[in-house]
């Protein structure tokens, strides 16, 4: 059942009521304040980025930030020379070579120009990253055994460049490193005395990259660094509490996940210390956004573009879809679930709720990889409802952004979610997301409004949110309402580049006038 408090306020809307979007406003560095001459040189350095490889959100960022910071810094990315990089068509100039350090063996520094003008810098090391399958593994799902040496090797690169080394001829003025891969940038840089400022934004803080402690020696990591204060965690090495402990400030994807991360439910043994970070004002939230891409009126990988109001052509996106997932001809709701498979998706849940979307009337269409183990039980899902339930393990953009244009609801019932993308996109093209209420989905979704949220991670939570879209389903004039609003919905990277740019600034600022 829908909320009564909420119905009227969607009723009532109609699109030509709606404020401009943010998007008109784009930060400049005179609203800034930042003098456009002195453009700061950042290095963002990261596991994946959407252009060359990506297996997350994480790819999405890299490839959306750095460009949407373009126009007021230069921002240059280091991401390792997986066969995804080398192989690409952007030629690859080498402008630098660091030498071998403890275990770590020496690389060499490819410059690459996309078309648009981003640079990357490709870090070289064939015995490190020169195989086949995701950054972090081999086709079968299983990681790496010497991912501490090769994601040692990117921070450690890091660093290098930061202090001037390798003949790169750019040295950054900041370094902002993503997630446990990057983790260990800011530590080398502290060990060395650089002085240069650090930010560590956290996308998933249960990925940790903890090791033994007896790698302290094959990764160069001094003594000390083994301390509450350091980089133990429990007795071992995390890679993520590097970042987190020698970074100058640390930022994470949503306002409200900032403030979950410090408790115990969502802390991931990492509360304390983050709870204590967030008092100093070292930890705060920065949202992201989607990029420009995201339009559904002129997004190439559509077959039909459709704008607001034209539910005719949302309707050929459907059709679509049901085709693509062998699903029967309906005139029910068509749920998509675009994911990663494990267990932060809460896709257990999925299945628990799926004989109950199916006998309202409901079908699911379901695209992701992951652990095997939820691969196998998608699998099994689409088995026992033939025509109803399609699966395609596996991932492309083109498929996913046909299911976000397709369908009517997107099920993202996650357990926990640093910000969440795919609720925006969904909402973008005019699917509404059934999510639970933890995270950037709790930011970027308005219960009844643009979507349905649920508090508890149970089948009766989700399936009082569900009941409430089945009901609106049933109201097209409702459901065309908060398509519209969700579809209007002002996601864009404005918003974050100006925390950011600021950020960025007072790093700077901060690290020139404090004494030595
Ligand atoms: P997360 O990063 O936790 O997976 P987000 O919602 O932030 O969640 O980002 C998901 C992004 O990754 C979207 O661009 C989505 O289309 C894409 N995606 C979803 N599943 C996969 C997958 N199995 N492999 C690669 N990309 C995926
Ligand atoms: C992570 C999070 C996701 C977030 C993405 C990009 O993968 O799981 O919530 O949107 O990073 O920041």
Known sequence: MISAAVEPHVEQFSPEHREPLAADFTPTAKT??????????????????ADLVKTGGLGDVSAALPRAMRHLHDVRVLIPGYPQVLESDNPIHLVGEL????????CKIGRMDLADGLVIYVLICPELYQREGTPYGANNGRDWPDNHIRFARLGLAAAEIAAGEGMVHWKPDLVHAHDWPAGLSPAYMHWRGLRTPTLFTIHNLAYQGVVSRACCPELAIPEHALQQEGMEFYGKLSFLKAGLAYASHITTVSATYAREITTPSFGCGLDGFLASKAQQGLLSGIPNGIDESWDSASDPHLAHPFSLNDWQGKAANARQVRALFALEPSSGPLFAVVSRLVYQKGLDLTLGVAEYIVRQGGQIAIIGRGEPEEEQAMRELA?????????RIGFNETDARRMFAGSDFLLMPSRYEPCGLSQMYAQRFGSLPVARNTGGLADTIENGVTGFLFDESTLESYREALGRAFY??????????????AMT???????AVEPYARLYEELVENARVTPR
């Not at 800034?32 to 980025?49: A, C, H, M, Q, Y």
């Not at 350090?101 to 020496?106: D, K, R, S």
């Open 489 to 495: 919905q002002p996601f864009n990277w404005c918003q």
């Open 472 to 485: 609106v389903y049933d109201k097209p004039n409702l459901l065309n309402a908060m398509r519209c609003l």
């Open 383 to 391: 088995l026992r409802h033939p025509g109803q339930i399609g699966v």
């Open 99 to 106: 030498g071998g350090h403890a275990a770590l063996p020496p």
């Open 32 to 49: 800034l304040g930042t003098d456009p001459k002195n453009k700061r040189k950042v290095l963002f350095v990261t596991s994946e980025i």
